[in-house]
Structure formats: structure tokens, C-alpha cells
């Protein structure tokens, strides 16, 4: 079977656009991935779980140590929130 990967991140980048003000998708993230999504970053604690809130082109859009508070910024954006697998 053929497989052309331009295409394949074509129609990535193609839904992503398409279900950016509609999706939000949210993960906790280490210390380290934290500093590099979220460069403006005050401090934070190193070794404590942080949730993130990303559009759905992998825009970081907030973060917050509790999951609740990131899903209730996304409903609050008229975002549905999403767990990635």
C-alpha cells in the first residue's frame, strides 16, 4: 500500500484547523514539557503534576494543577475537551 506522508500531514494540519474552535485536548505534562510549551511560565514547583489545555493545532492555550479547572476552561471557552490516547 502506498503512503504518502506530505498528504497524511496535510489532513492533519486540515482537521486540526478545522476542529480548533470547536476541540481542546488536555494531558498532564512533566516539568520539563511545561517549560517548553509554556515559555512565559511563573514559577512552578518542580515534581508537581500540572495540567495543560492545547487547541487543537497544539496551540498551548493554559495550564493549572488541577484537571478540573482545565475542563472547566475549555467548556467555559465553548471548547470540548479531550483526552489524547
Do not use: C
Amino acid at each position: 500500500m502506498f503512503h504518502d506522508q506530505k498528504l497524511e500531514n496535510q489532513t492533519k494540519l486540515a482537521l486540526a484547523k478545522m476542529g480548533n474552535d470547536a476541540i481542546a485536548y488536555m494531558r498532564q505534562m512533566t516539568f520539563e514539557e511545561i517549560i517548553n510549551a509554556f515559555p512565559q511560565t511563573p514559577d512552578i514547583e518542580q515534581g508537581e503534576t500540572y495540567w495543560a489545555l492545547f487547541g487543537a493545532d497544539g496551540a498551548p492555550l493554559m495550564l493549572a494543577s488541577e484537571r478540573v479547572d482545565i475542563a472547566s476552561s475549555a467548556f467555559y471557552n465553548n471548547l470540548k475537551p479531550v483526552l489524547p490516547n
